[in-house]
């Protein structure tokens, strides 16, 4: 197992070439936007309705300036509570699983910030106890174009996984902003309690969409997606808009990171 990391990093730091990739010193921004999609400054002052689960949120905030990337991509998946004994218990799926699958669709679809987060996790630190998690995201293999085709889909979609509370969809959709302007370099848009609005990764040739856009899609969402399931307490709500050529894929539900 060591020697198949070291291969590996072997690899990949000869995939990213000799240029160095500095950690941003700027901790309102994001030093990649795929798997370390919190900023430092969000996370340490509970912005736009965070909430964290510590000790996770220290650690994810320490591993990024130790620069341990490995370490903080799964202080990530543990930051927000989701996560139980390595599980997403909602919908039974392991954090490993759920990395693999983001960084197939990130290579397939974003292959440029794909590259630029590979860059990045090339200088992990010695320290970092979890490079098995940077080699699962250097492993990850691109969809074929047939197997992207039947991916492509218009309007609202409706799922039965990570259910939010419709009533803590209705508040963040009164809380939010619905300002006319870019939402840029940032995933995670809003959250409240059980709810959570993002969007996928900004750039690859994808539009940007407006915080008013992204408003307007999660009220259609919130609107044509809440359901009561067998033996539910409350109406609940799970959907997204699919990434098209017009704009970013948006995403409400009770799911913590991905969009992709």
Known sequence: MIITSIFLFSTLF????????????????????????LTID??????????????????????????RFGDAIWARHHVT????????????????????????????????????????????SN???RTDILNLISNAK???????????????????DHLAYRSSCYRLLELMSQAKTYI???????????????VGPYGGGTPDVTHHTA???????????????AHCDAVKVSGFSPRNSGHRKICLSSKEDGCR
């Open 42 to 67: 969000e996370v340490v002052n509970r912005l736009r309705g965070l909430t964290v689960n510590e000790p996770w949120a220290t650690e994810y905030v320490t591993a990024i300036r130790e620069k």
């Open 184 to 198: 840029g370099n940032t995933r995670r848009v809003y959250t409240y309690m059980s709810c959570n609005l993002r």
């Open 142 to 160: 691109a969809e074929t174009v047939s197997e992207m085709e039947k991916r492509v889909t218009y309007g609202i979609k409706c799922s039965a």
């Open 215 to 229: 408003h307007l899609v999660a009220r259609l969402i919130e609107e044509q997606c809440s359901r009561c399931p």
């Open 14 to 37: 000869i995939f990213t070439g000799s240029a160095k990739v500095a950690a941003s010193t700027d901790e309102t921004q994001l030093l990649e936007q795929l798997f370390l999609d």
């Open 127 to 129: 320290a970092d106890t």
């Open 81 to 124: 509570g989701a996560v139980q004994n390595g599980t997403f218990s909602e919908v039974n799926q392991t954090i490993f699983q759920a990395i693999e699958n983001d960084a197939i669709g990130y290579r397939t679809y974003y292959p440029e910030q794909y590259s630029e987060a590979l860059a990045i996790y090339a200088n992990t």
